[in-house]
């Protein structure tokens, strides 16, 4: 996943709640600039806030352990 994926994602659930960019804002307690940001892909997104607005979505992040390649 790349920060334009997480960004894409955020949008789409955005929209599939009815929220606009503002309200997902006052939701998270973040500035609307951020949802602007995190919404585009930036990869400077802080992970607290990002992980704040995941909240307020109703959303999750999950991880999961992948093959690492070693030398």
């Known amino acids: 996943m790349t920060p334009k994926d997480l960004g ?10 009815g929220l606009r960019q503002d309200q997902l804002a006052a939701a998270a307690k973040v500035g609307v600039r951020f949802i602007v940001d995190l919404e585009a892909g930036k ?29």
């Not at 894409?8 to 709640?17: L, S, V």
């Not at 307020?56 to 991880?63: C, D, K, R």
């Open 8 to 17: 894409t994602a955020i949008r789409a659930a955005r929209h599939q709640q």
């Open 43 to 71: 990869p400077t997104a802080q992970i607290g806030k990002a992980l704040a607005v995941l909240k307020a979505l109703g959303l999750e992040v999950i991880l999961e352990a992948t093959a690492i390649d070693q030398p």
